[in-house]
Each structure stands twice: as C-alpha cells, then as structure tokens.
C-alpha cells in the first residue's frame, strides 16, 4: 500500500493537470493518493474523476498558506466543507495577496533591468488558480533569464532576494480552528522545511496547535534530514500526533520530488481518516469523503 499524501497540480504551481498527475501516480503504483494544491480547491472535480477511472483512492486536500510570528507555515488541510463560508472567505483573502503581489514582484524585477510583463506570468501560470513566486520563475526562464524554477529563487524571489514580495497569509493556529471547524483535518507541512526558519514550530508550540485540533506532522519531505525526521517523529509520538510521509511532488516544478519518495505509512493514514470522520461528525458540516474505487 502505498500512500502520497501531499502533491500539486497545475491548478497552482504544479505542472502537470489534475488528471495527468493522478495517472502518473497510479503508473508509479500510488494506491492512495492526496491532491494539495496551494490555497485552492480547483483541481478536486477533476482529479476524482481521473481517480474514479484509474482505480486509486483519492483524498481531496489544500495546503493552506499560513504563518506563524511572521515566517511562513503551509498547512496541509484535508477533506474539509469548503463551502464551509469562513474557510473560503479566508482562501480568497490568500488568492487575493497573491494576486495583489503579481504587480509588486514585477516592479521589483523592472527596478533591477528585468521586464516581465502580467500578460507574461498569466500566460505561463495557464490554468492556476493560485498564482505564485514558481510561475514568475517560469516566465524568467521563457524569456532566457535563469535556466529553471531553483535558479529563480535563488537569485531573485527567494526571501532575501531582490524581487522578494510578502503576501498575505492566515494565522496558524486560527487555521487549524477553520479546518476543524470545516470537518476537515491538518497537519503541518514540512515543519522544519530547508526554505523555511520554524524555530518556533517545537513541542510545545505543536501542543498548543494540537488543543486547537491539529491532527499531524509531515514527518518524511524531502526537505528534512533524517536527525529532524527523528525529532519530529518523536514529537509526534510524545503528542498521539499522526505522522505523515509525501513527496510534494509539483511534475517538472521541483527536482528530486518524484511521487512516492516518500509516503504515509497505512496504519497513520488510517488514523488520519478516523480523526477526519471524527471532525466531520462534531462539525455539523458536510464534508467530501475519501474517494475509493
Ligand atoms: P509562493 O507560494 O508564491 O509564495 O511561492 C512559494 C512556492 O514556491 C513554494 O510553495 C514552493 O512550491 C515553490 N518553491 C520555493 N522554493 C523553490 C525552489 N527553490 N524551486 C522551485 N520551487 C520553489
Ligand atoms: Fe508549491
Ligand atoms: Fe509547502
Ligand atoms: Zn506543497
């Protein structure tokens, strides 16, 4: 059994459609699989009926844009009610700061030589419903200026770089409390994440978000080494916290990401399901279920 539960499709900064990337994962031999796109719930109609024709179980997933003391947090969200109004009033404020921050991303670029038009990025980002930092890398590398979507961050979008731009993101903690108030259930993505400084994500900050209804921790990405696998691991045994394994695969968007590269072993995923059940059952709300063949 093989379980990814953390992926993106073109509707935000993946590359592949929410079809394409549910058949990859069943040639990769991916039984069951989450769509996370950034912020969006858009890819979910398609990806179930791809995963309805491909015979794997799909859960339909956010990864909602968070912060916590002023550093960014992703928070994986799975199988909340997103008519649910104050979770989508709070996605559109996101949608609406990363749209807001297009503008502001492109001056910075000008101020420093580089003309990339809105046009541009609009039509590179294609079908995203989520526009961000990758698909200004994308329009950087059609026009000849960097060679891939790393190259980008590193030199100009990255946090300390020159085109740098903040955007609105929600309250940690304030999220969880909408993802379980959605039915929903959420785990912290890539805590400890190379491109991030989470001092602040320690046991105790992940008690306190686990009374506000945090259900996990991705333990197994790409972007921890195996000491903080280890400590994160702990954490999350000392805490009954589920412990989660993906690959954040984003197609030809991120190197050394490929589906599976890690995955989500059965029993925790089963256990990640019961708590969903749970919150869907205390919520009042009607929540989408996991989609098995
Ligand atoms: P944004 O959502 O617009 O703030 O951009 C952040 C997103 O860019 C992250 O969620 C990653 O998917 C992606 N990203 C960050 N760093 C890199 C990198 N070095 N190479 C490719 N993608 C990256
Ligand atoms: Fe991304
Ligand atoms: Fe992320
Ligand atoms: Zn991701």
């Known amino acids: 059994m093989r379980i990814d539960l953390h992926t993106h499709s073109d509707r935000s900064d993946g590359t592949t459609t929410p079809k394409e990337l549910v058949s990859r994962a069943g040639k990769r031999g991916i039984d069951v699989l989450a769509l996370t796109d950034h912020d969006t719930t858009e890819g979910w109609g398609e990806a179930a009926e791809a995963a309805a024709h491909e015979g794997l179980t799909l859960v339909r997933g956010i990864e909602v844009s968070c912060k916590l003391e002023g550093s960014a947090v992703h928070l994986l969200s799975y199988l909340p009610d997103p008519t649910y109004e104050p979770l989508a009033a709070e996605l559109g404020r996101i949608l609406e700061g990363r749209n807001a921050r297009l503008p502001a991303t492109l001056a910075k670029l000008r101020r420093i030589g580089i003309e990339i038009e809105e046009e ?29 979507r790393g ?27 909408l993802v379980a108030a959605a039915g929903g259930v959420s785990v912290v993505a890539h805590p400890w994440g190379r491109r ?30 195996e000491p903080d696998r280890e400590a994160l691991r702990s954490i999350a045994r000392n805490l009954d916290l589920v412990v989660t394994g993906s690959s954040d ?3 030809e968007g991120k190197v050394d990401h490929d589906l599976g590269c890690n995955t ?3 029993e925790e995923f089963t256990r990640l399901v019961e708590l969903s059940r749970a919150s869907a059952a205390a919520s009042g709300r009607i929540t989408p279920e996991v989609l098995v063949p």
């Open 249 to 251: 695969y984003h197609g």
């Open 196 to 225: 991030y400084t989470h001092k602040a994500l320690d046991e105790a900050r992940f008690a306190s978000l686990k009374d506000a209804g945090l259900a996990g921790i991705e333990v197994d990405h790409q972007d921890h080494e």
């Open 151 to 177: 190259e980008a961050f590193d030199t100009y979008l990255g946090s300390r770089g020159p085109a740098y731009v903040n955007r609105y993101a929600a309250p940690l903690e304030e999220m969880v409390r």
């Open 120 to 148: 541009d990025v609009r039509r590179v980002a294609g079908d995203a419903a989520a526009m961000g930092r990758p698909h200004v890398a994308d329009a950087l590398v059609e026009k000849g200026v960097v060679q891939d």
């Open 264 to 266: 989500t072993d059965p």
